[in-house]
């Protein structure tokens, strides 16, 4: 049988009613966790694979596959409208997102983010059907050099995507690096930067932090500043729906994102995050309306939206094909896998053809699900501006909190979630943005970790970073992406650049 | 609103899993997904389908292999008979590599659970074809062989140093490559980035079976089920070490209390369906409990102190 038979026998698996079901409540659930910040969908696999001990294995792992897809789009939700990430690959939706909410255009963002993520988890779907064994060869290629290389072009495009002056978006980053400096070294196992606290040990949680640098920070930032206490809010200016404008200038936005998330995902050091915050950075460098970037670009939440979805579907390769676990999801997938006495990795297409088949035939359905019930929803989240301010904020206050305290019950973290908020509100104030923090703390220790890595490999010797064609290529990226500007900025094109780099956050 | 904020609030709830009335809650030091974890879930299944609990609850507390869970349960647990931790090797080398101030001496050991190799194994195509071809390598030049293995200062970590002693190379030369998780250790080994990988024997089954890798040795005084790799005392090292996980329960119970447990625990590790989930999982039962077990324990924390001592990574 070739590979689309397979995945006919699978889509047969597929709709028997009770997988449907599963199905349905995994997306649900997802959605829902996603929407939540900081309860991520590892923590809800985790929580329900108990109770799927007396499921049949395909039902339940076609629900865990589904929470997975739900999470990844319902993250995207409260950033677009309340400037509150619920996952670390949502950061840079809030970016464009929440301006566009901000200026009515709620509508339209929340539905670009919807089918973009259906598009990219369609097509990235059927690329783990039919490419899953050469995208996995790819992605063994990445060593600890080329890893690195690859961070070095994420900060690069990031970092110089944001704020209103570069030094302000430095000096935020910069923060981000030197809180990600704080823990125990992963290489040599010492402590850095902990003052005996043990809760330090581990380093600063990612989900800590943007929940509480967007969320509280934001909070108390409306609250000091009386910000809309009687403004009218525009939840809806004109069309909820996207217009023909917008449709044309999201459709390329999301096949960039997918073909930027799926192979980064399928990287066993990848990930979603970073794949949006490539797709965010493409996307600024490709457009044709510069001047709106900073300001609700809406090209700025399609692709990321498409790329961390894509992504998403590019982390089962590894797992499927392979039994590598790349993402704290996926390690819990692997488990409920094993639960069943099936162990993924290099046989498991050839033990498990119908469950494996029948898992990636129902992440189609599960995707078809996700917009069905997202897409007529979107009116009822667009309400959620309308909601008077003070109760808004109390509720994300109150969310934020149960979240994070749900997830690490420890005063330690608490006490983090409310310095983070402060601080938060204090870079807001002086018109610091806060992304550059989160995006420092996620990329530096990767960054530190396949350096060293890659320079304990080598012993020492520098000119590994760039010994491979990939490795020189991807630096070579970054240096384009770092020079180009500047070149530009020197012949007189300096106004276009200001513009682009205009946020007043 | 009010339908989300209650929707809300239900899986808040959910996530938080408060500890109500519960006849045993199991801390698992660790995110959900790894050894411990699924240690500590394994039990609660057992414990509840054998009737030996009502009602059983796991906490994660993740973070410097296993240290924080273990100073928050010895802070908040003393003296309560109905709490547990999960724990095992790699928290003595961590509590040592971070000089935590909580120790195993802090809580009740109650038995040791199950226990798995370490195994050293290579890329399929890798000229080393025994795991003397890889000492030799090693011998030669030390920085030359690169390992990838597990968290610095874990069993992988440990098992390499004693290895290195062993064959009388200075294990302060080795170049041991942290990685976090299995995954991208794997990757690194099959990616061909490394000279060889060191991980739990499960972790390598697959791909052994599969014949993208090949497995040169086990750490285990006996060979493993599932692979003919010889141990390394047969190949003339002196080594044997054995990643195992453990029970204990919390500090300054009364000897009854303590009883009780360890009676709970035997029944559990007794059970048939404990027997059918380690089958299921591929874990070696390799129950000890009482003095037996207490000195066992003893006797592997000195040996650790010892080889990280050695290995440069404890003052």
Sequence with gaps: ?505 | MMRHAIFGAALAALAAAPAWAADYTIVAPAAPGGGWDATARTMQEVLQAEGISGSVQVQNVPGAGGTIGLAQFVAGAAGDPTQLIVGGYVMVGAILTNASPVTLADVTPIARLTGEAVGIAVKADSPLQTIGDLVEAMRADPGAVSWAGGSAGGVDHITVGLLAKAAGIDPTKINYIAFSGGGEALAAILGGQVTAGISGVGEFLPQVQAGTMRMLAVSTDVRWPGTDAPTLMESGYDVNVQNWRMVAAAPGLTPEQQAAVAADIERMAGSAGWKAALATRGWADTYLAGEAFAAQLAREIEATTAILKDVGLVQ
């Design chain 1, 1 to 505: 049988m070739n590979t689309f038979d397979f995945l006919l026998q699978g889509l047969a698996v597929a709709l028997d009613p009770a997988i449907l079901l599963y199905a349905l409540i995994g997306v649900t659930i997802g959605t829902a966790v996603g929407v939540l910040p900081g309860i991520g969908p590892a923590l809800t696999v985790a929580l329900l694979l108990p109770v799927t001990y007396g499921l049949d294995p395909a039902g339940s792992l076609v629900m865990f596959a589904g929470i997975y897809y739900g999470g990844m789009y319902g993250g995207s939700t409260t950033s677009i409208l309340l400037n509150t990430p619920g996952e670390s690959a949502s950061i840079v939706t809030a970016i464009e997102g929440n301006r566009m909410a901000r200026a009515g255009r709620g509508g339209a963002a929340l539905a670009t983010a919807a089918i973009g993520s259906f598009v990219a988890g369609l097509l990235a779907t059927l690329a783990l059907a039919f490419l899953a064994p050469h995208i996995v060869k790819l992605a063994l290629v990445f060593g600890p050099r080329e890893y690195f290389a690859l961070m070095v072009l994420a900060f690069v495009t990031v970092s110089a995507a944001f704020g209103d002056s570069a030094m302000k978006g430095l000096t935020s980053l910069f923060v981000g690096l030197a809180l990600a400096l704080i823990g125990i070294d992963g290489l040599t196992g010492q402590a850095r930067l902990s003052y005996g606290v043990p809760q330090l040990l581990d380093g600063i949680e990612v989900t800590t932090l943007a929940v509480a640098m967007f969320a509280i920070g934001e909070a108390l930032f409306v609250a000091a500043n009386r910000v809309g206490a009687d403004e009218k809010v525009h939840a809806i200016r004109g069309s909820v729906a996207m217009t023909a404008q917008d449709w044309a200038r999201s459709w390329k936005p999301w096949l960039r994102g997918t073909a930027i998330g799926f192979p980064i995902g399928a990287m066993p050091a990848g990930g979603a995050d970073i794949a949006s915050f490539l797709s965010y950075g493409t996307e600024r460098k490709l457009t044709r309306h510069p001047e709106e970037f900073g300001n609700g670009a809406i090209e700025g939440v399609a692709g990321p939206e498409a790329a961390n979805n894509a992504a998403a579907a590019g982390t089962l390769v590894p797992l499927l094909t392979l039994g590598l676990p790349t993402t704290a999801t996926a390690a819990i997938m692997l488990a409920g896998f094993q639960q069943f006495g099936l162990q993924p990795g290099p046989l498991l297409f050839a033990t498990a053809p119908k469950l494996v088949w029948g898992l990636i035939a129902s992440l189609l359905i599960a995707n078809i699900m996700l917009l069905v019930l997202n897409l007529p929803l979107i009116r009822l989240w667009v309400k959620l501006l309308t909601i008077p301010r003070p109760w808004l904020y109390g509720g994300i206050l109150l969310f934020a909190t149960l979240g994070t305290i749900g997830v690490n019950p420890s005063r330690a973290e608490l006490a983090m979630l409310m310095i983070f908020g402060v601080m938060g509100y204090l870079m807001r104030l002086h018109g610091y943005p806060i992304a550059p923090v989160v995006v420092g703390l996620i990329l530096g220790p990767m960054a530190e970790q396949q350096l060293r890595r890659a320079l304990a490999i080598a012993q020492g010797d520098w000119t590994t970073l760039v010994s491979t064609p990939l490795s020189a290529g991807l630096i070579g990226l970054a240096v384009l992406a770092l020079a180009v500007p500047m070149l530009l900025r020197m012949r007189g094109r300096g106004a276009v650049l200001a513009q682009v780099a205009k946020d007043d956050d």
